[in-house]
Nanobody, 123 residues
Framework: QVQLVESGGGSVQAGGSLRLSCVASGLIYSSIYSTYCMGWFRQAPGQEREAVASIDYDGTTTYADSFKDRFTVTRDNAKPNLYLQMTSLKAKDTAMYYC?????????????WGKGTQVTISS
């Protein structure tokens, strides 16, 4: 069973930056994670969960339109870690951010989810 643990959330002022991290564990061979799709989602209070960004095993990235100019998703398969660099943060970016992983390419969806890390942006 894959476990995903997010970190790096917190409270910052609008215009600031945060870097979220996600550590994957649970598989006997950590190299398997390099074949997974990994991504970030978020959910604000009273709203549905939305996709933020994903990165396939081959490094192909996909961003929701709202984030492509401000957020950058990267992965380090050697660790294995997933990151989300967020810049020019806005109050509407306040949400719980979740790390997710899928055993196939990202277009087939996610199979495992972390418990989330809270991001709060003050204006």
């Amino acid at each position: 069973q894959v476990q995903l643990v997010e970190s790096g959330g917190g409270s910052v002022q609008a215009g600031g930056s945060l870097r979220l991290s996600c550590v994957a564990s649970g598989l006997i061979y950590s190299s398997i994670y390099s074949t997974y799709c990994m991504g970030w989602f978020r959910q604000a209070p009273g709203q549905e969960r939305e996709a933020v960004a994903s990165i396939d095993y081959d490094g192909t990235t996909t961003y929701a339109d709202s984030f492509k100019d401000r957020f950058t998703v990267t992965r380090d398969n050697a660790k294995p870690n997933l990151y989300l660099q967020m810049t020019s943060l806005k109050a509407k970016d306040t949400a719980m951010y979740y790390c997710a992983a899928g055993t196939n390419r990202c277009r087939y969806g996610m199979d495992f989810w972390g418990k989330g890390t809270q991001v709060t942006i003050s204006s």
